[in-house]
């Protein structure tokens, strides 16, 4: 098969704008307030309900150029690898307290960071927006375990493709004790939920488009 390579190139070049509307990747689904990268987890304690929001996230993803005809058939752009990594200091529960207790918990003076490492993804994308289920290596406090994360794909009102979904997790899978405080009259329980809504922006290494172009006109 050969393709055009002007056109290849191109669709290349596109993958690391946040703008326009192709019309695979779902109709402009409007999410206000989503300008950023946003990591956030919500939890409870016997007394009430918290949210710890994360003021830094670092979103590192590379496109995958060659494989076109996955990004045609997904209807987003095709990747090779991605990470995220939430420095845990970065963690405001809103109260300096319990602050705190997180960074003691997850120890944040010898792991200082949650870092996850997609392995490998997939997109069912016969829905009105596509859904993508990712496998891959998070590490919390020192110990990593391999988890799956599902997410959908939709736009904000800048037009950005955003990676939006959640996961409930038990935080002792991690080792992770849950904080009991004031002799047991507080105790916080064993699950949280992680929510995320992060940009679709894979960078793109030019040398993989001249690799890419030069395959496909060999083909």
């Known amino acids: 098969m050969i393709y055009n390579r002007s056109l290849l190139i191109a669709c290349c070049v596109s993958l690391t704008a946040c703008a ?10 409007p999410l206000p307030g989503v300008s950023q990268d946003h990591v956030w987890f919500t939890g409870s304690s016997n007394i009430r309900n918290f949210t710890c929001s994360a003021r830094e996230v670092f979103v590192s993803t590379e496109a995958a150029p060659e494989e076109f005809v996955r990004t045609k058939l997904d209807g987003v752009p095709a990747i090779r ?49 596509p859904r993508i289920r990712m496998n891959g290596a998070l590490r919390i406090a020192g110990v990593e375990r391999n988890v799956v994360f ?31 405080r004031f002799l047991g009259l507080l105790r916080v329980r064993n699950t949280v939920t992680v929510h995320f809504a992060v940009a679709v922006r894979p960078l793109i290494d030019p040398l993989s488009i001249v690799t890419a172009s ?6």
Do not use: W
């Not at 326009?20 to 689904?29: K, R």
């Not at 493709?161 to 904080?179: H, I, S, Y």
């Not at 030069?214 to 083909?219: A, G, H, I, V, Y």
């Open 20 to 29: 326009g509307h192709s019309p695979e990747a779902g109709p402009p689904i």
């Open 81 to 129: 690898s991605a990470a995220l990594e939430v420095p845990v200091r970065s963690l405001d529960c809103g109260i300096g307290l319990q602050n705190s207790h997180l960074f003691e918990t997850l120890r944040a003076s010898t792991h200082p960071s949650i870092l996850f490492v997609l392995s490998d993804y997939a997109v069912e994308s016969s829905g009105i927006v």
């Open 150 to 180: 599902q997410g959908t794909i939709l736009r904000d009102v800048n037009g950005c493709l955003m990676l939006v979904g959640e996961r409930e997790m038990d935080v002792r899978d991690f080792g992770v004790a849950p904080p009991k």
């Open 214 to 219: 030069l395959q496909s006109s060999n083909e």
